[in-house]
């Protein structure tokens, strides 16, 4: 059974940084491409981040690049997400997902909280 | 960036009617459009992929067309269970961007 947990989350203020961490299972996690997606509170989802499967590629919409990381530990089936000089409008749920394909997401864990506030 | 738009933002149904839902793209998405389902307090969970094609078990009374720019996510048999936010989202180009969402409700 694929499982995703994520943690890390928490408040932090403003400008500060906070890193996530997806602990993965039952799959062969080096063999696939992973992501963050986010969700506002009461809002839609957000494509956050998309690494491949060596580490070698990353992907992020404007909104968080330059200043999101994502990265991945293949020999401990673990996906992180380095978030820096963070805003309000950062403020949601980050969920792990797999992409299952070229472009979609079959698998989520269950969700991060992450409120950036003073 | 793909704009995904979904109509209905709101839908209220009856148990056991034939309902349809809709997502237009901005620009052609080519069958690179994802259904997702997300019940409260729940993640995502993916319906249809590549616009129509079935999810191993997801229930058969959720089915999906289209291509390019429109395309309509359909519930054969509404059943209380299916009472959420059901989302598309493009897979064509990046950025990926997911449609705002309709909301399903009992009338």
């Known amino acids: 059974e694929v499982q995703l947990v994520e943690s890390g989350g928490g408040l932090v203020q403003p400008g500060r940084s906070l890193k996530l961490s997806c602990a993965a299972s039952?799959?062969?996690?080096?063999?696939?491409?992973m992501a963050w997606v986010r969700q506002a509170p009461k809002k839609g989802l957000e494509w956050v981040a998309t690494?491949?499967?060596?580490?070698?590629?990353?992907y992020y919409p404007d909104s968080v690049k330059g200043r999101f990381t994502i990265s991945r530990d293949n020999a401990k089936s673990s996906l992180y997400l380095q978030m820096n000089s963070l805003k309000s409008e950062d403020t949601a749920t980050y969920y792990c997902?797999?992409?299952?394909?070229?472009?979609?997401?079959?698998?989520w864990g269950q969700g991060v909280m992450v409120t950036v506030s003073s | 960036d793909v704009v995904l738009t979904q109509s209905p933002a709101t839908l209220s149904v009856t148990p056991g009617e034939r309902i349809s839902l809709s997502c237009r793209a901005s620009?052609?998405?080519?069958?690179?459009l994802h259904w997702y389902q997300q019940k409260p307090n729940e993640s995502p969970r993916l319906l249809i992929k590549?616009?129509?094609q079935s999810i191993s078990g997801i229930p058969s009374r959720f089915s999906g067309s289209g291509s390019g720019t429109d395309f309509t996510l359909s519930i054969n048999g509404v059943e209380l269970e299916d009472l959420s936010i059901y989302y598309c989202?493009?897979?064509?180009?990046?950025?990926?961007?997911f449609g705002a969402g309709t909301k399903l409700e009992l009338k």
């Open positions: 690494i491949s499967t060596s580490g070698s590629r990353t």
């Open positions: 039952g799959f062969t996690f080096s063999n696939y491409y």
């Open positions: 620009e052609s998405v080519d069958t690179y």
């Open positions: 590549y616009a129509s």
């Open positions: 989202q493009q897979g064509n180009s990046l950025p990926y961007t």
């Open positions: 997902a797999r992409p299952g394909g070229s472009s979609l997401f079959d698998y």
